[in-house]
């Protein structure tokens, strides 16, 4: 293999390949802390409701405001789950984690770079390898078509 060929798959790995794992794996993790925390907050919202509707039951302290809380937090609960579902918090990260996994699988070492591989030049090779991540990343792109079409259709059948 040339020293310019070998120089130009060191970048390549280093600034498409790397770069963009670090950015899907960054997503993916973002979104998962968003699906937690989300589900967290509103577990607990339910909780606080449970505990205001006991105490509104009891009547210590100040029923009507004990009643109040433990009607609204409910809706406040729901409406942060109808958020994360309407944003897909879920579905983005595993699109993201589908997208780490095609691109880590494709972007395998080239074995043997300085032989030819099944009486291919190694340059020939490199291409190959490019094609196939390229390809990953493509997949990857229309993926979110997918997803656009799926909460559309989701929508219309709301409305």
Do not use: C
């Amino acid at each position: 293999m040339s020293e310019h060929s070998s120089q130009l798959l060191g970048y390549y790995r280093k600034y498409r390949v790397d770069d963009q794992l670090r950015f899907y794996a960054g997503r993916r993790d973002l979104f998962d802390r968003a699906t937690s925390q989300g589900l967290a907050v509103s577990a607990m919202l339910l909780g606080l409701a449970s505990a205001a509707g006991a105490l509104a039951g009891t009547h210590v302290g100040w029923t009507e405001v004990w009643s109040s809380v433990s009607a609204i937090l409910p809706a406040v609960s729901t409406a942060l789950a109808a958020y994360l579902a309407l944003y897909a918090f879920d579905q983005q990260s595993k699109l993201y984690g589908d997208a780490v996994r095609a691109v880590q699988a494709a972007a395998r070492p080239v074995h043997n770079p300085t032989f030819g591989q099944g009486g291919r030049l190694p340059d020939e090779n490199i291409a190959d390898f490019v094609e196939k991540v390229e390809g990953a990343f493509r997949k990857e792109s229309a993926q979110w078509g997918q997803l656009t079409s799926q909460i559309q259709i989701a929508d219309k059948a709301k409305g």
